[in-house]
């Protein structure tokens, strides 16, 4: 992948299931490589994709991050993930504030999201954009963020 090109946002349709599913895989390995059980992360990307809203950030042809929201009776942040090679680019805040738009002109006030206790960068992310520690169940930190 190169950085040369400037990441665009757009809606995943089914084609995109694959190199999502691949993009989803490769920014959840470094903590399956430090032993953390996670479930089958990039598992269903085809359901999600075509009965909830997701999102992706693609930057030259190639899928560099994605974002699964599920709109029900709450918003919920179901997925985020921003290939290791995309870091730092603040994809991860795109997609995010994508995210916290759809949520907020479906007419929900409130997104949630759950993450892995021992994940404390991404936890650390959350908290820097304004999300709040929820609760704790087993090994899940449960957050939520006020729209």
């Not at 757009?10 to 599913?21: E, F, I, K, S, V």
């Not at 030259?60 to 709109?71: K, R, S």
């Not at 090679?85 to 759809?102: E, K, M, V």
């Amino acid at each position: 992948m190169r950085k040369a090109h400037k990441p665009v946002m757009r809606r995943a349709t089914q084609d995109d299931t694959a190199g999502l599913a691949a993009c989803i895989t490769a920014a959840y390995a470094p903590f399956l490589a430090q032993g953390l059980e996670l479930p089958p992360v990039s598992a269903g990307i085809d359901e999600d994709i075509a009965n909830h809203h997701v999102w992706l950030a693609e930057s030259g042809g190639q899928i560099v991050g994605g974002v699964v929201l599920v709109l029900n009776d709450k918003a919920h942040l179901a997925n985020l993930a921003v290939h290791p090679d995309a870091g730092g680019q603040g994809l991860g805040r795109r997609l995010i504030d994508q995210a916290q738009h759809a949520a907020k002109v479906a007419g929900h006030n409130c997104i949630h999201l759950a993450t892995h206790i021992d994940m404390s960068a991404t936890q650390k992310f959350y908290r820097r954009l304004g999300w709040q520690e929820a609760g704790q169940e087993g090994n899940k930190v449960y957050f939520a963020k006020e729209l």
